[in-house]
């Protein structure tokens, strides 16, 4: 993504004029902007395309068109248009001792090439002699593409500079090192196990967007490993605390929130170490607390963290108060307008609900109402949760609404995935004989063919044999009301 910003300063910087862009550039992008089909752009690209085959075979082409005329060539290909004829210029251009053409041609086979590519040898030798530059452009520059294009066969090459760089004087530096070092580690975990430690003293880096992009690579490993890890809880709970009491700079605030992709990164990293573990999760309680009181729920980004509060509460060892706020916040979930709020409601309370089934108790009827809303992707999640939350004193109100809910269905897939979930709740918590076969009678009705003929054998071997009442009466009489219901619905 970085390397795709880069690209879009570069043509604000020609849309101003800036950097020599020329109007041919600026005339090609507003051509296919206003193309009114597919056909008409890809002829408007193959001519383009033609006429940058032709400069760039051209010896004589000024290093400032190369320039250009490369950023052209990304276009295209970022439109999916074969472009590779000039792939070798981009990498000609890594090699220059100009700083704006030097990054030209880093951010060009960024996006040309890939670790798998012939081409990457030539860049390899740049890039280390890059990492070395007094010009920690240059260097950034360099370690941006090294996470792009060396693989794990490069990797031992370019290793011992990135290593050294997690201790430059300059924090862009660091940062990109970190990222760098990540990256290696997960293409090749066996080349950079032995420099794992590097990232536990990165994560006391002075720099808190240091410290931030060392939390990525923190986390994969404490997935991996947690046990190895739980020595760090009392430091990741310290640095949320001062995150979420907004001791970082305003700069890493996002919408007024305090450095949110902090937050959430914090909060997933301790779900994992908190798992089953009662003495860590204890360290946890008070600033997960402090978060839901302290929650946004007015932006977007605020109900992102408040979501991902919920997702750790309901992964570490479980707490009552801590399970309450989680309701609490869920709730306001369900009850909002906005789709996506109720499908992360929907979610929260899948989670806590496999702590503390009573929990969905005072909100079925808000997720009853969600299979009514239009949105298929909501829906569908409603069911699941629906099935999960169903026990005998609701089954008759889930398994209705669900049979409704299946009527509408044209999915003939989905549609039956419903019919067997309803059978199978119906099995298991019918509160009585007559409810059951006038449950069946319904699935039957509006999923026919589709239901499995193992159930109706089932439940005409049922109705046959009687339900094992000694009332042989009420066997017969429950008979004639099945018979007298599957009457009435084929004269129907």
């Not at 040898?121 to 792009?148: E, G, H, P």
């Not at 979420?244 to 779900?271: C, G, N, V, W």
């Not at 429950?478 to 084929?490: D, E, F, P, Q």
């Amino acid at each position: 993504m970085e390397q795709l910003r880069t690209f879009g300063r570069e043509l604000a910087m020609g849309s101003q004029g800036g950097w020599g862009q020329s109007k041919d550039f600026l005339d090609l992008v507003k051509s296919i902007g206003e193309a009114r089909s597919k056909a008409e752009e890809d002829r408007i690209i193959a001519r383009e395309l033609e006429h940058l085959k032709r400069r760039l075979a051209d010896p004589d082409v000024p290093r400032r068109k190369m320039k250009e005329l490369l950023l052209r060539l990304v276009y295209a290909e970022m439109l999916g248009h074969d472009a590779s004829f000039g792939h070798i210029h981009a990498v000609k251009m890594t090699h220059d001792e100009s700083l704006p053409l030097k990054r030209t041609g880093y951010l060009a086979v960024a996006l040309f090439l890939d670790e798998r590519h012939d081409l990457v040898i030539l860049v390899v030798n740049t890039i280390q002699k890059d990492l070395r530059s007094d010009n920690y452009l240059v260097v950034c520059a360099a370690l941006t593409a090294a996470c792009r294009l060396i693989g794990e066969e490069a990797i031992p090459a370019v290793l011992p500079q990135v290593v050294d760089l997690l201790v430059h004087p300059k924090e862009a530096v660091r940062k990109k090192a970190v990222m760098a070092l990540h990256r290696f580690y997960q293409r090749s975990s066996s080349s950079v196990s032995h420099l794992v430690s590097n990232f536990r003293k990165r994560l006391c880096d002075n720099d808190p967007g240091v410290m931030g992009a060392t939390l990525c690579p923190l986390y994969d490993l404490i997935s991996e490993e947690p046990n190895s890890y739980k020595d760090l809880v009392v430091s990741f709970v310290n640095i949320l605390k001062q995150v979420a009491e907004r001791r970082l700079p305003t700069s890493y605030d996002y919408h007024q929130m305090p450095a949110p992709f902090i937050q959430i990164k914090l909060l997933k990293i301790l779900a994992v170490l908190g798992s089953g573990d009662k003495q860590a999760s204890g360290h946890m309680y008070t600033v997960l607390g402090d978060i839901f009181k302290k929650g946004d729920t007015a932006s977007n980004i605020g109900n992102a963290i408040l979501y991902e509060c919920i997702c750790c509460i309901s992964s570490i060892f479980p707490n009552p108060k801590m399970l309450v706020a989680a309701a609490e916040t869920t709730s306001k979930f369900l009850k909002s307008d906005s789709h996506n709020l109720k499908y992360m409601g929907i979610d929260a309370l899948g989670r806590l609900i496999k702590i503390n089934p009573d929990i969905a108790e005072e909100h079925q009827l808000a997720v009853i109402d969600c299979l009514e809303d239009p949105d298929d992707t909501l829906k569908r999640k409603t069911f699941e949760l629906l099935y999960k939350m169903t026990k005998s004193t609701n089954v008759e109100v889930i398994v209705d609404r669900m049979i409704e809910y299946m009527i509408n269905i044209t999915d003939h897939h989905y549609k039956t995935e419903i019919a067997s979930r309803c059978v199978e709740l119906a099995e298991q918590f019918a509160p009585s004989n007559q409810w059951f076969i006038q449950t069946m009678n319904r699935v039957f009705e509006h999923a026919g063919d589709l239901v499995n003929i193992r159930v109706a054998h089932n439940l005409m071997r049922l109705i046959a044999e009687g339900f094992g009442d000694e009332d042989e009466g009420a066997d017969s009489q429950l008979r004639s009301s099945a018979v007298c219901t599957l009457n009435i619905k084929v004269s129907l």
